[in-house]
């Protein structure tokens, strides 16, 4: 055996050993996308979207944070932008709205909200005041305040309109936490109210980083939106 092959060897087993000792604390940081989730067979999952994504203008929004909805309403000014500067028709862009990480409650229907308190728990504020809300501000429109044509940007408009709208499923795990302690249910049932929550629409991929890399797979341009 020869020095070097002895010293990897040995340097292997001492870290090895040092892995074993460490405190969970130390993993703490480790990404939502790795952590243990329920995942569905792959049949179950709806990838019916990528076939959309056949136009020439596609861009995939990757929402990390919820802040005050800026992902989703990045995704309506670039879609209106190239409508009113390149004059396309609306069926020639296709934005893919990725909701990940904290930004999962942003599809979620203001009824969770209301009754799980997303606003202070995620600190979101709202994108006309700028101050702490319990109002999705991905769904503010006209009866909201919101004047035209902005209030075009929320999602349920967009989705409407022709946008594809995608949520981790590994962050969604959050969501059905917070209703079976809530609610003293068991898991089954939380996950069961909390998709009923999602806002219609909104698909459910197996993680925000498998939709993200998909759609850029299938064309679309990359943009960090929150």
């Known amino acids: 055996m ?18 074993a000792v460490m ?11 790795f952590a243990t989730s329920s995942y569905s067979p792959s049949d179950a999952w709806d990838l019916s ?10 861009a995939v929004f990757d929402c990390a944070e919820p802040e005050s909805g800026n992902g989703v309403w990045r995704a309506w000014a670039w879609t209106r932008q190239n409508i009113e500067v390149l ?20 599809a979620m229907q203001q009824a969770y909200w209301d009754k799980y308190g997303a ?26 305040g ?6 075009m ?12 709208a995608l949520a981790c499923n590994v962050a969604f795990q959050e969501c059905i936490e917070t209703v079976k302690q809530k609610d003293g249910v068991s898991e089954g049932e939380a996950r069961k109210r909390a998709t009923s929550y999602l806002v219609p629409g909104v698909i ?23």
Request: aromatic share 4%; net charge positive; hydrophobic share 50%.
């Open 2 to 19: 020869t020095t070097n092959r002895r010293s990897f060897l040995s340097s292997a087993a001492v870290n090895a050993a040092a892995l």
């Open 23 to 33: 405190p969970a604390a130390a993993f703490a940081a480790i990404p939502r996308e």
């Open 49 to 58: 979207w990528i076939s959309k994504l056949n136009t020439k203008h596609r």
């Open 87 to 106: 004059k396309l028709a609306p069926s020639e862009i296709v934005p893919v709205i990725v909701l990940r990480h904290d930004a999962i409650v942003l």
């Open 119 to 144: 606003g202070a728990k995620k600190k979101v504020t709202d994108p006309m005041t700028n101050k702490p809300t319990n109002k999705n501000p991905a769904l503010l429109d006209e009866k909201d």
């Open 146 to 151: 919101v004047v035209a044509p902005y209030n």
């Open 153 to 164: 940007a929320a999602l349920h408009k967009q989705i409407a309109a022709g946008a594809v």
């Open 204 to 226: 459910l991929q197996p993680s925000g980083v498998f939709a993200a890399i998909h759609a850029q797979e299938a064309g679309a341009m990359y943009i960090r939106a929150s």
